[in-house]
């Protein structure tokens, strides 16, 4: 493998399924009970589930640069559910306060992760946590915690409440590189699916393929992968 860290001055990390191990299948079965009952009192389980995910495909969609992709979900699920946008914001960060740790039971340990991190700071490369912000703060510096990681440590982490597109829209790789100021050759990012983390490879980012959790196999052809292997190569690599 022909790598070498010194090619970059920054590192782009995926979370789910490469710095916090966890099947996406587990997660989100487990996510969508715990959840529903949140909005029992309102909502029938089913007709939660599926206002919960077209708000979550607004966001996929959403690009506006002046508005927030957690607003695509808020407009959405109120048309859906005629719940205020107060009420829904109240009931899902109660949520993530209380239940949402339950999840942390089906993810699995990355040792590897703080590890990386570490060495990367060391380093002097600028770490980016690139993780599709399909959530809002509070649960990415929860699923932080569960791999052992500080959410301020990072020189970025994309959220629901600050990214205004998700993966794998390239306007979210390109407002990453300019928050990170760092030129998109001079970026790896380092992901566990197919479409969503190797779309970086359409802005000029190279590419690390995480081969364990894959995602969406079915566009392994679509983007350029420049490297693949595990995290534990990743590290050796880096070390070496």
């Known amino acids: 493998m022909d790598f070498e860290i010194s090619e970059f001055d920054a590192v782009f990390f995926d979370l789910d399924g490469t710095l916090l191990g966890l099947s996406d299948d587990a997660f989100e079965g487990t996510y969508t009970k715990l959840i ?26 959403h690009h506006n640069p002046d508005i ?10 109120g048309e859906l559910t005629g719940i205020s946008r107060d009420e829904t914001y109240q ?27 570490d060495e990367l700071t060391e380093m002097g490369k600028k770490v980016v ?16 915690d ?30 990453l590189l300019e928050i990170a100021g760092v030129k998109p ?10 479409l969503f983390d190797m779309a970086a490879a359409e802005v000029g980012m190279k590419t690390w ?3 364990k959790y894959l995602g969406n196999d079915e566009h392994k052809d679509k983007f350029r992968i420049d ?4 995290l534990n190569e990743l590290l050796t690599q880096i070390k070496t």
């Open 36 to 61: 529903a009952k949140r909005f029992i009192d309102k909502l029938e389980p089913e007709r939660f589930v599926n206002a919960l995910w077209e708000g979550t495909e607004a966001m996929m969609k």
């Open 68 to 77: 927030h992709v957690l607003d695509a979900f808020f407009n959405r699920f």
């Open 91 to 117: 009931r899902f960060d109660e949520f993530y306060q209380n239940e949402f740790g339950k999840l942390e039971s089906v993810c699995d340990p990355v040792p590897e992760a703080r590890k990386l991190v």
């Open 129 to 144: 946590l690139a993780t599709n912000p399909v959530f809002p703060e509070i649960a990415t510096r929860r699923r932080c």
């Open 146 to 175: 569960w791999t052992n990681l500080d959410f301020d440590e990072f020189t970025h982490v994309s959220h629901a409440e600050n990214s205004y597109a998700c993966k794998p829209n390239p306007a979210y790789y390109l407002r």
């Open 185 to 194: 050759e001079r970026t790896l990012m380092v992901g566990n699916d197919y």
């Open 209 to 211: 393929l995480i081969d």
């Open 227 to 230: 490297y693949r292997g595990s």
